[in-house]
């Protein structure tokens, strides 16, 4: 008789058991990151994944947490939620991790929260979508700003300049997607008025299409909400179709790749984003300076890339899981997740963070600095 | 395309003859390692694993019965999954059905898609019955992300779990026995399709359309029945799982999803039922596996990918029973 | 209404362009070997990024180009040497599944190669939009256009009066008659690769200043430039162009007046609808079995 395939299937489970199953000597703290280093996400998980390494090897350098080293644990989930559930389930039970910090996009976040709130691990969230914080979840944080706040910095820079009618335009991402709903509902509260809205797809080339519609529109501004090289085809096919109409852009592309990849394009865009971006304009006395000039001067030194502010999330993320690993004196998930929810003026890379209770981001409006293009460089905005 | 091998063995007297026959012995054996199974799952994770290549198993099986032995082809086969999945997941989130009631319904609602498109599709031949069932699937991924207030976007949306009669099934372990017992139903099924007349007339159509034509079989409505069957093994497996992960999103509806589902039938073995299992089941593990890899995973797949193809051209399962076949011959002598 | 018209046919044509170099790629390979070669738009990404390497590496543009075609050529032969040679005996469908294992791979490799990052690629001529009645066109769409116009022309003059290029087309016709008159297939299907990754390294080059270039661009134009190929009927090179042509309109007239988030929906869907209608695709020929 042939051999049935369903042995082999046993034999091939059976192996893949023993590789995955190493006990180690001395106990590290581990940390968990489940990231979307490839996929639509990369502009996101890449650099995430980059800091997560380079701040580990310096904690470890230093002694580590606790008299312990600590070890990192990441799964790519190519901005798959549902491999993002998979690589959740495989950091709580197989690898057994102390914290995780991941989750580059909503949709993989919002796949894991179930799991952790089951399994009571705190969880530090790296995706901008409001929902993942309203309503608090126990063990979920996050750290960088919400989309929302991102609009109602957007409008109030508008009603500044007297603008009240703005165009949107968006992708069909998970990102794009949200911030849009967010922009939406916070317009007629802060007096704005959507006269359009188009939309364009993630890997599409070329939007002078949607562009030329919003031309024969009545709006004052432009928003476009997305992030990845969408928005850098906008801006180009922009001055393309001869708008001359202010455009802002979305925290989701705040990086020198965005300007580099607009070219001449992006003179005179504007949007909101982390003092991370502009270290050597803020003033001495800002308490965000120092960390922020020396977490880019690290990056920068070691990769070779510019800085981004993914990155400086995922730095903000880890920081905080360690200092509460720190201030609970032990690895106890419901400790360090009440010395989470007890951080207090921590400053990182996105602003000055205050949880609470009942906010489990810690940042206000003011962590976000409106920024514009000048020269191919950032400025503040006057 | 060239005529699947389809080994068969000699009957053997006695016992040895009663297990011989594919449906009794290979099925006796799928359910012993599946009752044997949970003594190597040591934690929710490996459970998880099961699951997932039970899933994908059964929509495997489906899509072999489709391109294996009627010799078709389908692209798009991700769409049908999504489908099942989103159409439970509606009329049981948004609508407040039962879900056991949603589900059936739902994957009824995908065959008779499948039954009202396929009939112009299965027309086509060849790469154009690929594009046509690529293009399908496209619009479908399409729709589903587009229409959020309905679907929930790219994002998705959440899934009730899944209650029969008023028992609801949550947690791994029950879900694997659920998920199971849904492998098994799906093999048994399968071989019963193979062996009986539907079956024979695929397998003539398989071997020349033309001729099986002559011969007065009616291959348009046969190719119509195992594509209305695959689609609803696909929307089956698509909301199980929805109801499993307590959400779906449209990652499930992608192209590339779809030619996982064609890679994994090819790779296990065309015209095998068990070859479906086996493909399903590596390539569930293979990435899970290969995440020791991180930046050269993608690479260390393709090039698995590439080899496996040249070195077991019918796929795995065909390839290694013909070896095992010739040794057998060999040892005779 | 009029600039609004023009400017949607302007960036739909190129666009269309670029559909149409990956379409004759597909062309070209299915005709020499009968298989769908996944791998494809993969060649327009090595195109593109290699052009941006030659390039930072202080290469000026003209050089950096046809250097980068060039490379893709050289890694088309070496994919076909490599994994389609060794497995030319095989089903159809396990060649199909074999490039798709090709395009991973490449895929791969251009990630640890190079980066996940994307990379601009200067504009032949310069940014500086042209007024083309009531339309703006960048100048590097008349690149696209005349590239891709250029690039039919020179395979047309190829496979009409070049000995080599008359041997593929007899082995596209029939292989084996082919063999009988001492055409060595083998050598075919080997320059066929080779052929296929240029045209697809080609569009790359020619469209990385407009879109953009990283190491997965090649999944979504090498779908296009499929269905692009199956729409103008599959092994058929002005169908190719057309297809892909017809294509690019479809979308960039769809965008603009039904709806921009369903515009590859469209497409589709009309592709779907000359498939049930003329099941070889546009230009294709009318199928006859023999029995």
Not at chain 3, 102 to 131: C, E, I, N, T, Y
Request: hydrophobic content about 50%; glycine content about 12%.
């Amino acid at each position: 008789m042939t051999i049935r395939p369903p042995f082999r299937a046993a034999l091939a489970l059976a192996g893949s058991l023993l590789i995955s199953g190493t006990a180690l000597a001395q106990d590290p703290i581990r940390i968990g990151a489940f990231l979307s280093v490839t996929g639509p996400a990369a502009f996101l998980g890449d650099p995430e994944q980059k800091t997560l390494e380079m701040v580990i090897e310096k904690l470890n350098a230093e002694g580590g947490l606790l008299g312990r080293k600590l070890q990192l644990v990441t799964y790519d989930d190519a901005g798959d939620a549902e491999k993002a559930r998979t690589f959740g389930k495989r950091l709580i039970e197989q690898d057994k991790v102390d914290a995780i910090v991941g989750g580059s996009t909503t949709g993989t976040t919002m796949a894991v929260v179930p799991l952790v709130e089951q399994a009571g691990i705190p969880f530090i969230s790296l995706a901008g979508a409001v929902v993942i914080v309203e309503p608090v979840k126990k063990w979920v944080f996050k750290t960088p700003h919400t989309d929302r706040m991102a609009c109602e910095k957007i409008f109030i820079d508008m009603k500044a300049r007297n603008m009240s009618k703005v165009a949107l335009i968006s992708g069909t991402g998970g990102f794009d997607k949200s911030m849009r709903a967010q922009c939406v509902g916070v317009a007629a509260k802060q007096g704005i008025e959507v006269v359009a809205d188009e939309t364009y797809g993630a890997a599409d080339t070329d939007m002078t299409a949607q562009l030329t519609k919003i031309r024969g529109s009545s709006a004052q501004a432009v928003l476009n909400a997305g992030f990845g090289q969408g928005p850098a085809i906008v801006t180009r096919n922009y001055r393309q179709v001869g708008l001359t109409l202010p455009l802002y852009q979305s925290h989701g592309v705040a990086s020198k790749e965005y300007i580099k990849l607009s070219g001449p394009a992006a003179e005179g865009v504007r949007l909101p984003a982390a003092a991370l971006l502009v270290p050597e304009l803020l003033p001495d006395s800002d308490k965000q300076k120092p960390v922020v000039t020396a977490y880019k001067r690290d990056y920068e030194a070691r990769f070779k890339t510019e800085v981004s502010t993914f990155g400086g999330h995922a730095y903000d993320g880890l920081m905080l899981v360690a200092g509460a690993i720190k201030r609970a004196g032990s690895t106890n998930p419901a400790k360090v997740r009440d010395a989470l929810e007890a951080t207090k003026g921590y400053v990182g890379t996105g602003g000055v963070v205050n949880m609470s209770p009942t906010d489990h981001m810690g940042l206000d409006l003011s962590a976000f600095l409106m920024l514009e293009v000048k020269n191919g460089s950032w400025a503040l905005a006057r | 395309m060239r005529a699947a091998v389809i080994v068969s063995e000699p009957l053997r007297p006695g016992l040895g003859r009663w297990l011989a026959t594919p449906r009794r012995g290979g099925l006796l054996v799928l359910a012993l390692v599946i009752v044997l199974l949970p003594l190597l799952l040591r934690n929710s994770y490996f459970y998880e694993i099961a699951i997932l290549v039970a899933l994908n198993a059964i929509v495997c099986i489906g899509l072999n019965l489709l391109i294996g032995y009627a010799g078709q082809i389908s692209l798009g086969h991700a769409g049908f999954f999504a489908l099942g999945g989103y159409g439970s997941a509606i009329l049981s989130a948004q609508h407040g059905w039962p879900s056991w009631l949603a589900m059936i319904t739902s994957c009824a609602a995908v065959g008779l898609l499948a039954f009202v498109v396929g009939r112009p599709t299965l027309r086509l031949k060849g790469h154009y019955l690929a594009m046509a069932t690529l293009g399908l699937g496209i619009i479908i991924s399409i729709v589903l992300t587009t229409e959020d207030r309905l679907t929930g976007g790219p994002d998705g949306m959440a899934v009730p779990a899944l209650s029969v009669f008023g028992w609801v099934l949550r947690g791994e372990r029950t879900w694997y026995w659920v998920v199971a017992a849904a492998l098994l139903l799906a093999v048994w099924l399968a071989l019963n399709l193979i062996e009986s007349p539907t079956g024979r007339a695929l397998r003539a159509l398989h071997g020349s359309e033309i001729a099986a034509q002559t011969l007065g079989v009616d291959s348009a409505r046969f190719k119509l029945r195992v594509f209305v069957i695959s689609a609803v093994f696909a929307a089956v497996a698509g909301a199980l799982t929805a109801h499993y992960a307590g959400f779906i999103t449209p990652a499930k509806s992608t192209f590339m999803h779809s030619v996982e589902l064609v890679i994994m039938v090819v790779f296990g073995g065309m015209a095998s039922i068990f070859g479906a299992v086996v493909g399903a089941l590596v390539l569930t593990l293979l990435p899970q596996l290969l995440t020791v890899l991180e930046d050269y995973e993608t690479m260390v797949f393709g090039a698995v990918l590439i080899a496996t193809m040249i070195f077991f051209p019918q796929g795995i399962v065909p390839t290694l029973a013909r070896w095992l076949a010739s040794l057998k011959q060999g040892l005779r002598r | 209404m009029n600039g609004a018209w023009l400017q949607f046919i302007a960036s739909g044509l190129t666009v269309g362009a670029i559909y149409a170099l990956v379409a004759l790629g597909f062309s070209i390979i299915y005709n020499a070997s009968g298989a769908i070669n996944f791998a494809q738009g993969e060649f327009v990404m090595i195109g593109g990024m290699s052009a941006v390497t030659f390039v930072g590496a202080g290469l000026p543009l003209w050089a950096a180009v046809p250097l980068a075609v060039l490379a893709a050529g050289g890694v088309g032969l070496l994919l076909e040497k490599l994994a389609i040679e060794p497995a030319r005996r095989a089903d159809t469908v396990t060649l199909i599944i074999i490039t798709i294992g090709a395009s991973l791979l490449l895929r791969g490799m251009a990630q640890v190669l190079w980066d996940k990052r994307v990379h601009p690629l200067p504009a032949f001529s310069g940014d500086k939009p042209l007024q083309l009645l009531g339309a703006t066109v960048l100048p590097q769409s008349l690149w696209v256009l005349a590239g891709a116009a250029l690039a039919v022309a020179g395979l047309s003059w190829f496979f009409g009066r070049t000995l080599f290029g008359k041997a593929m087309r007899a082995t596209a016709f029939n292989p084996l008659a082919a063999r009988l008159m001492g055409i060595n297939t083998r050598q075919v299907l080997l320059a066929s690769f080779g052929l296929a990754a240029m045209l697809g390294a080609l569009a790359g080059v020619l469209v990385a200043p407009i879109t953009f270039t990283s190491y997965d661009t090649g999944v979504m134009l090498g779908l296009k430039g499929f269905a692009a190929a199956m729409l103008g009927g599959l092994g058929s090179f002005p169908g190719a162009v057309l297809g892909g042509l017809l294509l690019g309109l479809v979308e960039g007239l769809g965008a603009g007046f039904v709806s921009s988030a369903y515009k590859d929906a469209i497409a589709f869907v009309i592709i779907l609808a000359v498939l049930f209608f003329m099941p070889g695709g546009l230009l294709g020929a009318r199928r006859s079995d023999r029995v």
